[in-house]
């Protein structure tokens, strides 16, 4: 519960912090946007410009009349008239005279603009004024000239000033996106703080979920070998009892016959005697094999071999074993010796087949044969092995294969419940898997599948056929 809310207050801080970082970068953005704007200069809302440009106007007009006056004859006063009449024209109308509205200079600007204008309208040759005119024109163009550097004054202190507020605001607003750009790198260097701290906590509690898997993995294993050691028990005072006692009852019997046993007597004990001792060598190998399953300690070694070969050597050693059953091997549909090649581990197969074959005699009546056929059928390579047996109830198969599991229908037979469990943990190992079909009472049919292959297998029939005569050499 407290890791859930260190959890939650943990996720309200970094969105916190992402909120504060928006904002910064918004405030930054805003008042960049602001600066720019506000940094834009209108070429008609330049006042000063505009009254300059009038003044020297006015100037040259006022230069030529007094020209004029003098007796020059190359004046051109014409012209300097339309000169300062547009000049005029421009600063009444738009943002210039809304400009001298602000400074309250636009009335008196009205009556001089209006006798300037007048007075252009008036020249002529003769000027309409007569020899009076220059005189008159001159002291008016004197009186604008005043006027326009008194603009031009009033202008550039306005615009001093305008300039000092528009610093200082364009200061303020600098100072406020410094702020914004240190806020932004404060909150970036948090987070990224608190991403790599939290990057660090998920690979630590990786590596402790990791840890925990594997020593939950040695638990488990720990706990299956304590079950294994328990079952082991249970099996050696059920199971190897009966050879047990069946080879101490022939050897008691040897030793109290003593001269007067018989060729044909020993002979018949020795053979209960290694019977049992197959037997019991047979419990060991498979309760040990499923220890080291257990364990882990089985490895798998595939390579090509030709099942076909593999199958009809433990079928001619079981045949050996059982010299009274029949055991029929079919080779792909036929008694043929076609090569089905897979890729598996030989010495697995042996143990998986030795165990089907050995569960068909042991649970079938002994006038019944038992029929194992090797095929190749949708892309795998099935080794079937069917008996006429008693078959398994159905409400018992999804515990068929599980260890020390005996169905019902195999009461008073000998056995451990081991060597299926082992069987099919053998075939999954190696890509495969086994099947079952049954009848209780009609008998069962079981299939390993494993991969089938395409290319020559080690050795072909022959070589399956050896490697499993030689291990079965090696059984008891």
Known sequence: MKSGRNSGFAHVINVAIIAALAVFLGVALVKLTEIERNMRINAAENMLWVIYQAHVASLR????????????????????FDVLVSRLTLMREGPQYRYLETLGLDREFLSLSDAAIDMGRAYGDPPAGGAAFPVQAHETLQRLNAWLARAANAAMVREWNAIGERLDSYRHALWQVLAAILGIMISGAVLSIRLVSTLRRVRSAERSLRAARELEKELERERAVSRFYRDFASTISHQFRTPLAIIDSSMQRLSRRGER????EIAERVGRVRTATRRLARLVERTLDAARLDTGQIEVHLQSFDLVGLVRGICERH???????????????????????TRCDPVMIEHIVDNLISNAVKYSPPDKPVEVRVEAHDGAALCSVRDEGVGIPAREMPRLFERFFRASTASGVPGTGIGLNLARNLARMQGGDIDVETCEGAGSTFTLRLPLVEEAPNGGSAAGEEFAHREGQAVP
């Open 61 to 80: 007009l006022d230069s030529e009349i007094v020209r004029g006056t003098n007796g020059a004859q190359d004046t051109d006063v014409e012209r300097r």
């Open 261 to 264: 046993v018989t060729a044909t």
């Open 319 to 341: 045949r050996e074993h059982t010299p009274g059953r029949r055991i029929n091997f079919v080779a792909a549909g036929r008694s043929g010796s076609a090569e089905i090649c």
